[in-house]
């Protein structure tokens, strides 16, 4: 069982940028693939970015990309997401995800393990 908790959401004007955290405990943490998944008022959770066990490897949404820097340090269980150039649209809540796999399960949100979200707003 991997408990995922995340950190660093707030309120940012358009333009700024936000650093998002997420902690784990339980399971190897090296096991799992990692990304976050966002879902805003009325729309259904969406994928946003994902990382390889060993951090070699990323995928971005098409609407994040080079905006968003996706990262995790195995020795500290961390993940962290950089998210840069922040538009009103990017608002939602943010969840941090686990899973053993690396690939579809990322793009169709099945994957195992759920932070319990954390807020972004950005205001225009």
């Known amino acids: 069982q991997v408990h995922l908790v995340e950190s660093g959401g707030g309120l940012v004007q358009a333009g700024g940028s936000l650093r998002l955290s997420c902690g784990a405990s339980g399971g190897t943490f090296s096991s799992y693939s990692l990304g976050w998944f966002r879902q805003a008022p009325g729309k259904e959770r969406e994928f946003v970015a994902t990382i390889s066990w060993t951090g070699d490897s990323t995928y971005y949404a098409d609407s994040v990309k080079g905006r968003f820097t996706i990262s995790r340090d195995n020795a500290k269980r961390t993940m962290s997401v950089q998210m840069n150039s922040l538009k009103p649209e990017d608002t939602a809540v943010y969840y941090c995800?686990?899973?053993?796999?690396?690939?579809?399960?990322?793009?169709?949100?099945?994957?195992?393990?759920w932070g319990q979200g954390t807020q972004v707003t950005v205001s225009s």
């Open positions: 995800a686990a899973d053993r796999a690396y690939g579809g399960s990322w793009l169709n949100g099945r994957v195992e393990y």
